[in-house]
């Protein structure tokens, strides 16, 4: 079954440092990976989407990659902010297929 | 991007009662769904929601407990039926910004639901 697996529960990285997730999957040839934010009692919100013809996307400060031989998207955020702690969540889809999501990545940068 | 606005906002109720949550969007939409949030757990997709016709429902939900109409292009509801303390989640309405699942989504805040 399709399986969808990003690097840890929890990330801790020291502000002005670069964070770097990973979301891996399995048993899936996605043609659309997106990245969404959520903040604690709040709904996910839609931050990058890239196709699997990109290599890379980049909005800002955010960056993503997409690599379809190994498997595997990295969400970047550079020069990181105590207001960037939030889960972060990686979504696959195919076709017509429903967006599947990851359980998340908890993101705290440390002041 | 939409504006969703989900209500209620959360709820305690009882067991073997049913709730029904709103989700209203400020312009139309063609794709809306319904997801819900166990803690600690991933966004599960129960249903998308059709304009006009029966909604869709993913493996291991169905319409006899989890109902869902869709009179019109911006409005949905989502039906808890004869809840048990197993339906106790985040309860999520989201919209998509195109005709397919592909496109992004824009998700309302939830709904907190408690069973006693």
């Known amino acids: 079954s399709q399986k969808i697996e990003q690097n840890s529960e929890a990330l801790n990285i020291q502000e002005g440092k670069t964070a770097t997730l990973t979301c891996n999957y399995t048993n899936y040839s996605p043609a659309y990976l997106q990245w969404y934010r959520q903040d604690p009692g709040r709904g996910p919100v839609f931050l990058l989407l890239?196709?699997?013809?990109?290599k890379e996307k980049r909005k800002e400060r955010l960056k993503v990659t997409f690599d379809t031989t190994l498997k595997q998207s990295l969400f970047h955020i550079t020069a990181s902010q105590p207001a960037d702690s939030a889960t972060y969540l990686c979504a696959l889809s195919s076709g017509n297929t429903p967006l599947v999501f990851g359980k998340g990545t908890r993101l705290s940068v440390i002041a | 991007s939409a504006v969703i606005s989900q209500k209620p906002s959360r709820d305690i109720c009882q067991r073997g009662t049913s709730l029904t949550i709103q989700c209203q969007v400020d312009s139309q939409v063609t794709m809306m769904f319904w997801y819900r949030q166990q803690p600690g757990q991933s966004l599960t997709l129960i249903a998308t929601a059709n304009q006009g016709s029966e909604a869709t429902y993913e493996s291991g939900f169905v319409i006899d407990k989890f109902p869902i109409s869709r009179p019109n292009l911006t409005f949905s509801t989502l039906t808890v039926s004869n809840m048990s303390p197993e339906d106790s989640s985040i309860y999520l309405c989201?919209?998509?910004?195109?005709?397919?699942?592909?496109?992004?989504?824009?998700f309302g805040d939830g709904t907190r639901l408690s069973i006693l």
């Open positions: 989201s919209v998509g910004e195109g005709a397919t699942s592909n496109q992004p989504q824009h």
């Open positions: 890239i196709r699997e013809n990109e």
